[in-house]
């Protein structure tokens, strides 16, 4: 087989062989110099060693990854050759790649904690003791300031919950002795926290349902942590069908709940906005869709006193659906008494006299008072009528 079989007429146009060679060890040398600090990659984990494990950068040359990046809280190594894993490119020194798994930089020399201030990328840091105003914290042999603010994206109360434990860190500010490092926990949470909202938009659309559990109450609705620590509010009209004044009444922190996405939108300067529903991810749905066949005007139905005001009583017919019973309709009545000693979780039975279906409302009576009513309006209505039977024999003539 000639030259020109395997490259083509191209050898008899004045390329050569050795110009194919050439060619061939420049496109090397270009690939030796593609990557850069800061570069993020996928790389493929090649070999284990014991102190030094090394991935595939895409390059020429392998990057250098220190082994305890890879190991587990035990102390164990929790991947195996093959396994791909995110990468970032930390050093370049001398055609040696050095990198660390994404996340984490904790086998970084100091030298490289400017190349970390630089690009921005996150290290790994001990906090050894709190002080005034923050918590000191051990990096790379360098010991670091963590304003208290910025050690996490939460109000802190409780100093002693983060000494001696382990985090990733930003660093804010670094001088080049190496004297004056400030580091934030927080603001690597807030760049985790819009990276994991950017992705959560682009996975999910208004309509789906999702678990989540509660994780923080307030009085105008319960905060939710979905997936990837995003998180969403239901508002207090979106927990219940039933009318409720506060989530605490049908919710706790820490309880898991299944909830329907309603809207997601930007806010305050590209703030993700999450609004979400517990009652709309209810198989069962809206209850007020039946109510005028489960509850016809005129029915006579046992149900729960919910409320008591001055005005009247709220009570539940059904999970979602309650009315008032209006103190005027109980006042005259022969069992105002039994009304009036009504109390919140008490049985009751009510009637049915009206149904304000747009409003969701609800006009409850007492059973039979509607008809008595209505013969007390006609008798006084009606001044034609005998007065009494006395009246009556004054109209009769006695023979």
């Not at 806010?267 to 109510?291: R, Y």
């Not at 509850?295 to 729960?304: A, E």
């Not at 009504?342 to 049915?352: A, S, W």
């Amino acid at each position: 087989m000639s030259k020109k079989d395997i490259f083509g007429d191209d050898v008899n146009e004045g390329k050569s062989f050795e110009d194919f060679e050439a060619m061939f060890s420049n496109s090397e040398k270009s690939l030796k110099t593609r990557m850069s600090v800061g570069d993020q990659f996928q790389g493929e984990i090649l070999s284990i060693g014991k102190e030094e494990s090394f991935v595939s950068t895409g390059t020429t040359n392998d990057g250098l990854i220190m082994t305890k990046d890879l190991l587990d809280e035990n102390k164990q190594v929790k991947y195996h050759v093959g396994d791909v894993i995110d990468c970032v490119v930390v050093a370049i020194k001398g055609g040696e790649i050095r990198v660390a798994k994404k996340g984490a930089m904790s086998g970084v020399s100091t030298d490289s904690l400017e190349d970390a201030f630089d690009m921005e990328l996150p290290i790994e840091g001990k906090v050894t003791e709190a002080v005034n105003g923050g918590f000191r914290v051990a990096i790379a042999g360098k010991t670091a300031f963590c304003p208290i603010s910025q050690i996490d994206s939460k109000f802190v109360t409780d100093t002693a919950e983060y000494v001696g434990r382990k985090f990733e860190f930003l660093i804010t500010q670094f001088d080049a002795k190496g004297r004056n490092i400030v580091v934030s926990r927080r603001k690597l949470l807030d760049l985790q926290k819009a990276e994991f909202e950017g992705a959560f938009m682009q996975k999910h659309q208004p309509g789906t349902i999702m678990d989540g559990k509660i994780v923080r109450l307030e009085k105008f609705g319960a905060f939710v942590e979905l997936e990837g620590g995003v998180e969403g509010l239901v508002h207090v009209s979106e927990l219940s069908w039933s009318r409720i004044h506060d989530p605490k009444e049908v919710v706790t922190v820490g309880q898991p709940v299944t909830v329907k996405l309603l809207k997601m939108e930007e806010v305050d300067g590209g703030k993700l906005k999450i609004s979400l529903s517990i009652k709309q991810a209810d198989g069962e749905g809206n209850p007020w869709t039946t109510v005028n066949q489960r509850f016809p005007v005129g029915t006579v139905v046992k149900g729960t006193v919910e409320k008591k005001e001055q005005y009247g009583l709220f009570v539940t017919l059904a999970p979602g659906i309650t009315g008032l019973l209006p103190r005027s309709k109980w006042r005259d009545s022969v069992d105002a008494n039994t009304f009036e000693n009504k109390k919140k979780g008490d049985e009751i039975t009510v009637q049915v006299d009206q149904i304000l279906f747009e409003d969701k409302k609800i006009s409850l009576g007492v059973p039979g008072e509607s008809e008595d009513g209505g013969w007390r309006a006609h008798q006084s209505a009606s001044s034609g009528g005998f007065a009494s039977l006395g009246d009556a024999l004054k109209g009769l003539k006695i023979k």
